[in-house]
């Protein structure tokens, strides 16, 4: 029945190919006609349904401590081997300042902070200098303006400012609130005048929705940027304005370089395999209709654009030239008489007495060849289509929006790819044919790759003889690969570091590319690293929290916070928490704001002695009463690290964690975790860790929990799906799992070598690892379709399996070369996503070609075998 139905439906296609031609093309405008009317937003990634602990105390924090909404970017002056506290140097930097206030556009996204950096205090103090001096009674002690500030330097000679400079440095200094170490490397030796960088931090506001990203500050950014270049040696501006500016160049610059190699490494690969440029314009339109679908579909369902979409038309651009491949050079077997009959003088074509569609008498003209070629392929077509559609459509349990429409949109993109690879190419290449061959007398039949002498037949011959002689020692070594590869995914990399997202600077070849071609200088993943390994940052992602619940009046709270403090200074961290100039944790909790504060206040520091009975620095009783003492003394200090309700009580304390903003989100948050788990230990507390850093580590191993799910599903889905349809066809239980072993197989392989590459299995690369599975199945179900064929046509199995090999063999070969060639060229981009995606999709393609050309004719054959010995 089911050969039966394919040859109804081949017919059908052939006999009909103008009027499928044009229902195609006019079903093809109305699916586009989506991505013009159709409203497509930039999204993210999404937030889970449920809750976790980590977000609900996140959430607690920011209705009782309140947040901060503010922007935040970092300046940074540097000068290695020479000194950045220089007058000059200093000035250049309120120079900057004033450029940027006098900018009306740049000066409305300032808070009232604006720059807050080390020039700033020296300038106050000079300016405090000169009001002492000039004042006949109590100085003036107001805030000076910027201008002031300039006008107090500029008057200064070189070695009066270095004279201030010392007062404003020196530990003991008094200057009123700003520590002036927080604008100084972590290596400066506290008191010294000279340093090779200074950082200075830029307060923004924006009045975009909560929800929406502060796109004039972000813009703001990048001509700030600009201007700190103009003024500076060297120096830099990193905000996450500036870096999505750089990562969006960079992947235009990317694309520049990569898309006209990639494009003539495609037509090449497209060329050797055809060789003929009607069947690749032919593949290239179908390609075309189904990038058009894709479109539309995202139009007409309004999906929201995301990082994890860039993985579908990849998908789906490889599965085109699959299924082009297929089509086209099954129908070249048929024309060139290869699938016309079997060994035992069967006729597998149109009767010999049946008059061709186009007038010839036998099955190698064009639409009998298109017949008989395609008849013989869209099962495999249909199987592919449906396995990796309903595949991929799995990924809708999700509770991440994001995957849902990456599975729907994966889902409907496999559905457009067969029908233009399956309805519309063949009705097309029938029509071409046709009227090449009749009206101008163009010879249309070509050669099957693979097929006929040459290095790819002798290549293709020989994975046959293999097969033949050895094919239980080739599952062994796949099997041995595939278990070595699993292992090395069990310590695989799982961890998500924004950091790894920044662009790196071009190699000298693509910098020597003339004109246009040539990239810009990109120096922010330097810059970030530069920035977490000298500075305490500010801003999103640079803070960790911990939220103490519980007795946070009782004193033992105190000594468990001390306690955390010092695990993580004698080496209880990985590296992720920062450090000060002098080595300096930079961790701010109650115990440091009431060291802080009873370093200035007689009173506070009173009623510390009066409570701290064994002369430790902490309260050893009447905490309470010390905290009382703290907020009457300076409530914005106290209200940072504790919480107090309405009626007096201290319901809650937080640890405020500074970390390294190069740092992985999971690092962070172990370290984190590991220090609040100390303080918890402690105390009658319960102490959770959380903040930005912690939550994001939270969704993102969700994420990748629920991918990984997607992925057993998917698998689950499939081998189901390929059991019942060979039970139905051929009665044959064992022959899904065959099948899907090859898939399996090319996975572990994948896993492994990315672990090998120290390539992180991800939330952003496991999406990617998809294509493993969707270009995978397509290949085995081809490879098995065909030897299951051949095998019913032919006497021997030998005939069978070389039929198979070089046949549909030839046909993958083709198709992976081209897809690898096209897709695997993204290595070379600039972006590190790009490069990722190059390398994992090619590495998956190759592995997904060699595990369905060895690996499953091997076990076809054991089986086979096995089968004869029972019978």
């Not at 309140?66 to 140097?89: F, K």
């Not at 009431?594 to 009623?607: K, L, P, R, W």
């Not at 139905?728 to 072993?741: C, D, E, K, Q, S």
Request: glycine share 10%; with cysteine; net charge negative.
């Amino acid at each position: 029945m089911g050969g039966s139905l394919a040859d109804r439906y081949a017919d059908a296609i052939v006999s009909h190919s103008k009027l499928i031609v044009l229902l195609v093309l006019v079903l093809t405008a109305v699916v586009a006609a989506g991505a013009a009317i159709g409203e497509s937003e930039d999204g993210e990634i999404g937030q889970f349904e449920t809750d976790s602990e980590e977000t609900e105390a996140l959430e607690e924090i920011d209705e009782t401590y309140g947040t901060d909404d503010r922007v935040v970017a970092q300046l940074v002056v540097r000068d290695e081997g020479g000194d950045v506290l220089t007058h000059e140097s200093l000035l250049e930097g309120l120079y900057l300042q004033q450029e940027v206030r006098e900018n009306e556009s740049l000066n409305e996204t300032l808070a009232d902070e604006g720059f807050v950096a080390l020039e700033n205090v020296v300038a106050t103090g000079a300016v405090f200098e000169d009001r002492a001096a000039e004042a006949e009674g109590p100085p003036d002690t107001s805030e000076p303006t910027l201008e002031e500030q300039i006008e107090a330097l500029e008057d200064r000679s070189d070695e009066e400012v270095e004279e201030l400079l010392a007062d404003v440095l020196d530990p003991d200094a008094d200057n009123q609130g700003e520590d002036p170490y927080e604008f100084l490397p972590s290596d400066y030796e506290p008191g010294s005048t000279t340093a090779e960088s200074r950082i200075a931090f830029l307060f923004q506001v924006d009045d975009s929705g909560e929800d929406d990203d502060p796109e004039a500050a972000y813009a703001a950014q990048v001509e700030i940027d600009g201007l700190v270049e103009d003024r500076f040696d060297d120096a830099f501006l990193f905000g996450q304005g500036v870096t999505d500016e750089a990562s969006s160049n960079a992947v235009g610059d990317s694309f520049a370089i990569i898309t006209p190699v990639a494009l003539a490494l495609v037509l090449f690969a497209l060329g050797v395999a055809y060789r003929d440029v009607v069947d690749v314009l032919v593949s290239l339109f179908g390609i075309g209709v189904v990038m058009a679908w894709l479109a539309g579909i995202l139009g007409w369902l309004e999906i929201p654009t995301s990082q994890l979409l860039i993985a579908v038309p990849f998908l789906l651009i490889g599965l085109s030239i699959d299924y082009s491949l297929h089509v086209i050079m099954r129908s070249r077997e048929a024309r060139a008489g290869v699938l016309e009959r079997d060994t035992r003088g069967r006729a597998d074509s149109v009767p010999a007495d049946e008059p061709a569609a186009d007038g010839g008498s036998d099955g190698r003209t064009v639409r009998n060849g298109m017949r008989l070629g395609l008849a013989g392929v869209v099962l495999a077509l249909a199987a592919a289509t449906f396995s990796t559609g309903v595949g991929f459509l799995s990924n809708v349990v999700s509770p991440l929006p994001a995957i849902q429409d990456f599975a729907i949109l994966s889902a409907g993109g496999i559905l457009a790819t067969f029908v233009a690879f399956a309805v519309l190419v063949p009705a097309l290449k029938v029509e071409v044919d046709d009227l090449l061959e009749g009206r101008f007398g163009i010879d249309r039949q070509k050669d099957p790759f693979g097929r006929s002498a040459g290095p790819v037949n002798r290549a293709l011959s020989g994975v046959v003889s293999l097969v033949q002689r050895a094919p239980l020692a080739v599952v062994a070594v796949a099997l041995l690969l595939a278990i070595g590869g699993a292992y090395g995914a069990t310590g695989i990399d799982t961890e998500f570091n924004e950091a790894d997202f920044l662009p790196e600077d071009a190699p000298d070849w693509a910098k020597s590319l003339p004109g246009p071609l040539a990239p810009d200088t990109y120096t922010i993943s330097d810059d970030a690293a530069y920035l977490g390994d000298n500075f305490q940052e500010q801003g999103e992602g640079s803070q960790a929290q911990i939220l103490i619940r519980g007795d946070v009046t009782d004193p033992a709270t105190l000594t468990a916070i001390e306690n955390g403090t010092a695990s993580v200074d004698d080496g209880g961290s990985s590296g992720t928490i920062a450090t000060g100039p002098g080595g300096e944790l930079s961790i701010e909790s109650p115990v440091s704001v009431i060291q802080e504060v009873a370093d200035e206040n007689e009173s506070v520091a009173a009623a510390l002695e009066e409570r701290d009975t064994d002369g430790d620095g902490l309260p050893d009783e009447d905490l309470e009463g010390l905290y009382d003492e703290l907020y009457e003394a300076d409530e914005d200090a106290a209200a940072t690290v504790l919480y107090r309700t309405d009626n007096g009580e201290y319901e809650t304390a937080r640890m405020l964690v500074d970390v390294r903003g190069d740092a992985s989100a999971q690092a962070v948050a172990d370290d984190t975790r590991a220090l609040a788990s100390v303080v918890e230990a402690d105390a009658p507390v319960s102490a959770i860790a959380t903040g930005g850093p912690v939550t994001n580590a939270v969704v993102q191993d969700a994420l990748l929990e629920t991918l990984v799910q997607a992925f057993a599903v998917t698998l689950v889905v499939i081998l189901v799906f390929l059991t019942v349809l060979y039970w139905v066809r051929h009665r044959a239980l064992t022959l899904g799992a065959i099948t899907l072993a090859p898939v399996v197989a090319a996975l572990a392989w994948l896993l492994g070598t990315m672990a090998l590459l120290d390539v992180p299995f991800n939330s952003e690369t496991a999406v990617i690892t998809s294509l493993a599975i969707g270009l995978g199945v397509d290949y085995s179900i081809h490879v098995a379709e065909r030897f299951i064929d051949e095998s019913n046509r032919r006497e021997s199995l030998a005939d069978a399996l070389g039929a198979t090999i070089t046949g549909t063999g030839g046909a993958l070969l083709g198709s992976a070369l081209t897809t690898a060639a096209g897709f695997g060229v993204l290595a070379l981009a600039l972006a590190p996503p790009l490069q990722r995606f190059g390398l994992v999709t090619g590495l998956s393609i190759i592995f997904a070609f060699i595990a369905c050309l060895t690996v499953l004719p091997c076990l076809l054959v054991v089986r086979e075998r096995v089968l004869e010995r029972v019978a």
